[in-house]
């Protein structure tokens, strides 16, 4: 459907061998990590929660992603690209140049107290030295837990409170379009509130909002770095914790996401040749944030474990300067692969909408675009693939899963594409969609997307210091399975469609209905950029969809045409059944950082329930001017 097939597939057969032997499976995917002790077993089913992956196996991650690359002759190469459009300033890091920053704050964490199994939490820009300090404490065995930068101080003191952490890496400041924010006061105020208070805070002075230092407690990032002695690699159990991330929007204590050692390594080494293609020497653009699990997972940890080249991006989609900055970075550092969100394409798309600016750039070494993140709409990917001319691909994952549940694979030769779908299950994963008793529901039907266990590598293990929370939240619900929460059917042919999170099916006088199949087609108006339906309380139907969209740039006609117009879409795709009559025109959606939609709190908003606003939120206006939109249309 996109012209993206070159040959045939092996995905049919490799998920199959997969199936068959999942221990031999895994068993070769780990020969491409080095141990200090091989694992002899891949998957004990008897610890754990749930199992636990290569338990009598001894690794270190950083030494994996960094060092050996180094001992192998790819020190020259350059590991990491620093391309920062809001300072105007860019930096490549070799690998044999990370190796030495990355031991260094090693050492300057290891000289400050910290030790294997101590929590370091990282509240940083999009700079080299958020990924120099993850890999600093992998290195040694400590547990990082990146909180992403600028997040608000009550948010970050639920963290600290919750992960007791013994050293906390930060920055004087992050930089946004037109405007600092500094978060030193963020953290000083969020230490204040904590309970727990860090021994050791190291601070990356930026130029652009230096800031004061709290002396006895606070150390200058590159001058601890210089001074320190150069750290060694941990040896690790496979098992042991690499990192903890936290979910966004969870109520009281925060939900602390596992990820070990081991798994990690395999699954994700593994990932970057099936999944997405790439060789060591390759370039990677992640345009995410260290912040967010993609950042995690496809800005550091794979790549650099795989001895590619990944783009560390402090801009926007547009903006920095213009919609063509995509492109830009694409052509300027050869990217290979660029994986970004679907939110930041339809930006891109409502500011350019013709793509005039993806015909200024080189792009002839660009050969993919990977979408995470949400759903991306057709509509969307199909203008994406028209313009490149390149297979866009969707996969789908969540942060509790550290890679792609399901997805299309380069390194497999990729199988045709159905825009609107996330491709097929990725081997490791067997997926099933099941009715509200359990029960897997015929091909084609919409239900719960729930995964076997046990859960592929990489997986989370458990939630921190939470493995009851871990059981009610995700296995109670469907024993012998993990809950994604997501909606969704797998089709006749095998391609997995997620819909939306099970609370986005919306229940219209006892008809099942999925949110997102309505805004696939408002997206699919001429006049569109982007849009979000949620479902309202209806006295007669129980709930009823309302649309809120937002118009491309330069639109100009009149908003009651289109509001007509997109009734009559929804009325004429779905039928009447659907019950959409109601179509609204907004300036923007309130979104995540991470560009996720919060249909969850304009639907609050259109209730009028109370709310608090999402600590995650981009813009925390946004939410007055929806309020101002749904209650003028109520006069």
Known sequence: ?????????????????????????????????????????????????????????????????????????????????????????SATLTYAELLDRVARIAG???????AQGDRVIIYMPMVPEAAIAMLACARIGAVHSVVFGGFAAAELAARIADARPKAIVSASC???????????????????????KPGACLILQR??????????????????????????????AATDPLYILYTSGTTGAPKGILRDNGGHAVAL???????????????MWTASDVGWVVGHSYIVYAPLLAGCTSVIYEGKPVGTPDAGAFWRVCAQHGVKVLFTAPTALRAVRKEDP??????????????????AGERCDPPTAEWISALLGRPVIDHWWQTETGWSISGNFRGLGLFPARFGSGGKPAPGYDLRVLDEGGQEVPRGQIGTLAVKLPLPPANLPTLWNADARFRSAYLETFPGHYNTSDAGMIDEDGYVWVM????????????RLSTGAMEEVLAAHPDVAECAVVGVKDSLKGQAPIGLVVLKAGVARA?????????????????????????????????????????????????????????????????????????????
Not at 13 to 27: H, I, L, Q, S, T
Not at 503 to 509: H, L, P, Q, S, T
């Open 1 to 89: 459907m996109d012209g993206s097939t070159g040959g045939t597939s092996r995905y049919d057969e490799v998920y199959a061998a997969w199936r068959a032997d999942p221990d031999a499976f895994w068993r070769r995917a780990a020969a491409r990590i080095d141990w200090t002790v091989a694992p002899g077993t891949v998957f004990d089913p008897s610890a754990g929660v749930y199992g636990r992956w290569f338990p009598d196996g001894r690794l270190n991650t950083c030494h994996n992603a960094l060092d050996r690359h180094v001992a192998a002759g790819r020190g020259g190469q350059p590991a990491l690209i620093w391309d920062s459009p809001v300072t105007g300033r």
């Open 559 to 635: 908003e009651p045409d289109i509001a007509r117009e997109l009734v009559a879409l929804v009325r004429d795709r779905i039928g009447p059944v659907a019950a959409f009559k109601d179509a609204r025109v907004v300036n923007r959606l309130p979104k995540t950082r991470s560009g996720k939609i919060l249909r969850g709190t304009i639907r609050k908003i259109a209730d009028g329930e109370s709310y608090t606003v999402p600590p995650t939120i981009d813009d925390p206006a946004i939410l007055d001017e929806i309020g101002d939109v749904l209650k003028s249309a109520e006069k």
């Open 269 to 283: 080494v593994n990932s970057m040749s099936m999944l997405y293609g790439l060789q060591a020497g390759d370039v």
């Open 207 to 236: 130029p652009e909002s230096p800031c004061e230092l709290t002396p006895g407690r606070d150390a200058d990032f590159l001058e601890a770095e210089a001074a320190a002695q150069h750290a060694p690699c941990a040896d690790l």
């Open 500 to 511: 939306s999170r099970t609370d986005d099916i919306i229940n219209v006088a006892g008809h």
């Open 174 to 196: 992050g930089i946004e379009p037109g405007r600092i924010v500094k978060y030193k006061p963020l953290l000083d105020a969020a230490i204040a509130l904590s309970p727990h």
């Open 354 to 371: 013709e793509g005039a600016f993806v015909g200024r750039h080189d792009l002839s070494k660009l050969e993919a675009l990977f979408l």
């Open 108 to 114: 300057a964490l290891a000289a400050r107290g910290v």
